[in-house]
């Protein structure tokens, strides 16, 4: 897991108590309260689907190989929100629109990113976020510059 994401990350999510280093296989099963004989017939039952190359199931990736020594880490998976559809109404320019049916832009207020909402309409593709970040960034962030100067 340090090898893929690196430690920099992997000590941020157990600074943040997503992650734990846990240890061994055995170390494995008592935290996560499970039979460390089932644990192992799992983990074996992974590597010989591995080594054929397709599982009962009809899965063809593993992107895994484990060993007797190796050395575990428990993730806690949990829901979490991190991108809203919903908020303040903008133009082309990146201005702030007031409520109601004129829609007029709020004076020397410009607003992008994830505050925002309507730029994708009822929904997104994933990844779109952050081009609109960018983008509307720099549109409020010249508009705000040019707006300022006229003060």
């Known amino acids: 897991m340090i090898q893929r994401f690196g430690a920099g990350a992997v000590g941020f999510y157990k600074f943040k108590g997503l992650i734990e280093d846990v240890g061994s296989v055995d170390q494995v099963a008592v935290k996560l309260g499970v ?10 039952s992974y590597q010989t689907a591995a080594a054929a190359g397709e599982d009962q199931l009809g899965k063809v990736s593993f992107p895994t190989a484990f060993s007797e020594n190796d050395h575990f880490y428990v ?25 109601g049916a ?3 832009p709020v004076p020397g207020l410009f607003a992008a990113g994830e505050v925002t909402g309507g730029v994708h309409g009822a929904n997104r ?3 779109n976020s952050l081009l609109e970040c960018v983008v ?7 508009h ?6 006229k003060l």
């Open 144 to 149: 705000a510059a040019h707006s300022s100067s």
């Open 35 to 44: 039979d460390a004989g089932i644990l192992r017939e799992t983990i074996e």
């Open 136 to 142: 509307y960034g720099r549109i409020s962030g010249q």
């Open 75 to 99: 993730a806690y998976i949990t829901p979490s929100l991190h991108y809203c559809m919903g908020g303040l109404e903008i133009n082309e320019a990146a201005q702030v629109l007031k409520a």
């Open 102 to 104: 004129e829609k007029r």
């Open 125 to 127: 593709l994933g990844g």
